[in-house]
């Protein structure tokens, strides 16, 4: 049996390609999906099965656009409600290709039609090798239970905790665990950086199953659930009903900086992709920098929402193209255009630039007493040590009015370590608040140097 792992890091999104005997399935690919067809065609492999383990709300899968290109039958959950072909999976349905058997195991929880892909290497045992599950058990935790119109939060983890207990965890404890999401993803709280597990391993240390009391597991696991983002409900339904192919997406046109400054004016998103550095060095007036190092399109789609309709910023064409695909990923398909000849063309159009100060740890130390701070990082990070008397606006919560801080005061602005301060650097300033300042490094820098903190 042939196997792989496509992680994506800006995502901590994992799909899987299974093959034998030259036919292959694909599991919960992500949209651009050049790279399952370009892996086919290397390993002597059709495509003829595409499994999605349930409707993913964090970004928008290439189930369609691959069925059509390959004409490969999709599978999933049968409650479901696909709005396009497809072949509804129940308890123990199976699809064989060559050595490879695939069992679907209902798995409610994380989300109503949620299922796990139980895979059988035949050519090999007749036990389970691995099971595929979505986001129902990651590695180290389980997948949130309140993305549902139809189910409270009590109701999906009570079920989320039938499965577990009920279905996953009566495979054999040597079953390889390949979840859908890594360390970073929207969908659980304190994933772990492993890629795969085994049921064995979080039977013994994922905190989630040692909780073996149903009303205390729903109990934990509905308590203090971090904020859903919007853009959540929207890509359930993009990919309920399944999306269009990434060429049909209309081409960027250029937008010409005088016509930029006219737009910003209006209320558009001028949005910067450079690094926080090169935004901080200067920048367009106005326009919101993320960074295309980091989870660029998740905050992409908290910060603008999928109708933000952004004009593009980058360092050049070959830039501009990544953004808009990674854009695409989350479901952000419509920019009005990149700006033409990036910022080079701007300053040659003789229009100003904007800049942000930068601050070290220890010089924000020295000048405290003259600052305001704003932490935006989460609440958990929050509260695992922050810096006393910091103020605390996470950056998933932000608006243009922010209790307890001063517009006219120096604000000194910090995350774990300097990506989210970039972005709400730039959202303030945009909001017309005056002296902003960026912490380099951020919290991590401000423990490197042992200076004090709080908790709690």
Known sequence: MYFEQFYLACLAHASYMLGSEGEAAVVDPQRDVDIYLQA??????????IFETHLHADFVSGHKELAARTGATIYMG????????????????????????ITALETPGHTAEAVCLVVRDLGKSPEPAMVLTGDTLFIGDVGRPDLSKQYTAQQLAGMLYDSLHEKLLRLPDGVLVYPAHGAGSLCGRNMRADRFSTIGTERLTNPALQVRNREDFVQQLTANLPPRPAYFAQDAELNREGASALEDLPPLPPIAPDRLQSLIKEGANALDTRSPEQFAAGHVPGSINIPLSGQFATWAAIVLGLEGRPVLIAESPERVAESRTRLARVGIEECIGALAGGLEEWKHAGLGLASVPQISAAELSARRNGLQILDVRRENEWQAGHIEGALWWPLDRFSSELPGVDRERPLAVHCKSGYRSAI?????????????????????????????????
């Open 40 to 49: 086919a065609q290397e390993q002597g492999l059709k495509i003829r099965h």
């Open 424 to 456: 709400a650097c730039s959202l303030l300033l945009r909001a017309g608040y005056r002296s902003i300042t960026n912490v380099v490094g951020g919290f991590d820098a401000w423990q490197q140097a042992a200076l004090p903190c709080v908790s709690g």
């Open 78 to 101: 049968e409650r479901a409600g696909a709005r396009f072909a497809h072949v509804r999976l129940r308890d123990s349905s199976e699809v064989r290709f060559g050595d490879v058997r």
